[in-house]
């Protein structure tokens, strides 16, 4: 854990690197006012095991606390996107090279997922493609 501070009176920020999925077992319940991931659910594509990663988000919040996620959207909600480009990228980075983070998500599955985990107040702000939104969720 590292830690710092900005300026005499600025805000303490503390940054802690764990396996995400088993926070609690290093890092003290409800200990956070904010928690940022992004991109570790589009690697996952077991949606319980992403929803379990989203409690371990929540348990290490302060209530009120907020999480700053994004995840990435199924092909067919994208927008101003090539049918042609999008076979070629499936080709390059799922048949040739075999990467793994093509888990794909919709707002309304991960927006049960964060609910199940205890998040409110979901805003889910998209990005001009509607590829990889930005949410914030607070803990309620």
């Known amino acids: 854990e590292m830690g710092g501070t900005q300026?005499?009176?600025?805000?303490?920020?503390?940054?802690?690197?764990?396996?995400?999925?088993?926070?609690?077992?290093?890092?003290?319940p409800a200990s956070y006012d904010v928690v940022t991931s992004n991109g570790l659910n589009i690697y996952e594509p077991d949606d319980a095991r992403v929803t379990a990663l989203y409690q371990q988000f929540h348990a290490v919040l302060k209530?009120?606390?907020t999480l700053v996620m994004s995840f990435l959207t199924p092909p067919s909600?994208?927008?101003?996107v090539f049918p042609e480009d999008l076979r070629q990228q499936r080709a390059?980075?799922?048949?040739?090279?075999?990467?793994?983070?093509?888990?794909?998500?919709?707002?309304?599955?991960?927006?049960?997922?964060?609910?199940?985990?205890?998040?409110?107040?979901?805003?889910?702000?998209?990005?001009?493609?509607?590829?990889?939104?930005?949410?914030?969720?607070?803990?309620?």
Do not use: C
């Open 7 to 28: 300026g005499d009176s600025g805000p303490s920020v503390a940054w802690h690197a764990a396996d995400a999925w088993s926070l609690t077992t290093t890092v003290a």
């Open 63 to 65: 209530p009120g606390g």
């Open 77 to 80: 909600a994208w927008q101003g």
């Open 92 to 140: 390059i980075f799922g048949d040739i090279i075999g990467v793994a983070w093509q888990s794909f998500r919709t707002e309304d599955t991960t927006r049960a997922q964060l609910e199940q985990a205890g998040f409110g107040a979901l805003d889910v702000l998209y990005d001009t493609q509607r590829m990889f939104p930005t949410v914030v969720a607070r803990k309620v």
